[in-house]
């Protein structure tokens, strides 16, 4: 094999070992409340991973949807953190906005739960764990929104949002290497 190819392909994997499809996302749906979770394995050093999870000031740079995206707080491990923007799913869009308080646990754990904006309710759990190869993350969040969806809808438009914000994630920690 040439040694340019062999190059490319070796540059390729780790994309192709972090892409996440919908499918990997689970999701179920209980009392109005929408579950899910999911986890990726990453072939970036955990230090990197989490330069871009806490990058709040700079992710409207590279997360879909998110047109802007600021740190109105900080103290000490404490952010609260103010986002807007628009997911869309098929022929669906709807913009959000949301505050969140977001704290940061010895740099391997990110929990985070709504202040204020367009959902009821939520709260989100990230873990990272170094991985002989990189970074494991582990990721649950519990949604409850603020206007009624039908729940096959909601899961679908779910799975696909965050395996659509993972994948993004997962190219800036490649593109940070």
Avoid at 38 to 58: G, K
Avoid at 63 to 76: A, E, F, H, K, L
């Amino acid at each position: 094999m040439p040694r340019y190819l062999l190059l490319l392909l070796l540059a390729w994997l780790p994309l192709a070992a972090f892409g996440v499809s919908d499918d990997d996302v689970h999701v179920e749906y209980r009392n109005g409340t929408y579950y899910a979770n999911l986890s990726a394995r990453i072939a970036v050093p955990p230090a990197i991973v989490f330069a871009v999870l806490t990058d709040f000031e700079h992710m409207a740079a590279f997360m879909p949807g998110v047109s802007s995206s600021r740190v109105t707080s900080r103290q000490n491990n404490v952010y609260v953190v103010a986002q807007r923007g628009k997911v869309k799913f098929g022929p669906f869009s709807m913009p959000y906005e949301s505050e969140r308080r977001i704290e940061v646990v010895d740099s391997t754990q990110i929990l985070s739960r709504s202040v204020a904006g367009s959902a009821r309710r939520t709260q989100s759990e990230m873990r990272l764990q170094p991985w002989e190869q990189g970074t494991r993350l582990d990721y649950k969040i519990e949604i409850e929104p603020d206007s009624w969806l039908p729940s096959s809808l909601g899961i679908n438009f779910l799975q696909h949002e965050l395996a659509e914000q993972f994948n993004a994630l997962g190219r800036e920690m490649l593109r940070r290497l």
